[in-house]
């Protein structure tokens, strides 16, 4: 295989696309749908009690607050889909994503990094405003931040692959797009 | 890796320190609890060599939790927290440990993306 064709970025003694780099993140995202579903069940009212080990009131609290309800959906429908997306932009695309298809690893970095910004939010404003915890979301913001760091080094790979296509002289807009221009 | 596990225990503790020690609802527990779970949050994202940078803001938030008992009013117990959690923030959020891949450059490597390629 050439070095044109190799699925290592250049200059990387690994593929961050590869499937035993992104099984783990779409788990972890698997496991954040399922909790932040039930959670959001529970706020449908699905559910009459939430399980909570450890903070008493506290989930009943976070979840049935005002700030959980801001949005037409509540605060853990809106993280369920948000895990969701995150699931399906990290299943699409082979083994060389990161040069064959890079809008959806761009993607893929876009839903992963806003969630874990607005579960550190949502950690904040549980104790300052209602001074309460809720387990299950204090573990959901845990998992949105674990998946960060492993979805950003393919980010990393596809914004160099760009900027290799563009020194190249090629159109970076067509290389994003449908992945012309991969070298 | 030291600034990756301080970083996470120190947030950890920043944020069940006001109830452990009883000064919840106070507003140096509202500073505690806001940047407790900003620098675990940052520490735990920074765990990956890709995004190991990351954690340098939490040197400006030790920063900010160690003088904090001088802008806001704090009991005794509070202070000791906010001082001491501060300056092991600032103390060992510089020590990130060896990056061990290689990653094409970082993010130099990245941005901009219409940069002209350098010779070699």
Redesign the interface.
Known sequence: MSPRQSPVPPGWDYNPSAWDQRVPIVVLALVGFAVAGYLALYQWDVFGSVWEPFFGEGSRVILDSSVSHIFPIPDAGLGALGYLLDAVTGVVGGRDRWRTRPWIVIVFGLAVGPLGVASVVLVILQPVLFDAFCTLCLASAVISLVMIGPAMDEVLASLQHLRSVGAEGGSVWRAFLSGEGAR | MIAQVVGIVVGVAL?AA?AVLGY??STA??VQ??IG??AA?LA????????RSVRLPNIVLGVVLAVSPIVVDHQADAAAVAVVAGLVLVAATPFAGRER???????R?????????SSG
Do not use: K, N
């Not at chain 2, 735990?44 to 995004?51: F, M, R, Y």
């Not at chain 2, 490597?109 to 390629?117: D, G, M, S, Y």
């Open positions: 944020m006001p919840a609802g527990s509202d609890r806001t779970p900003t949050g735990l994202i920074a765990v990956w060599q890709a995004t891949r290689r990653l094409g450059g970082g993010w490597a990245a941005w901009p993306l219409h940069a002209e390629r």
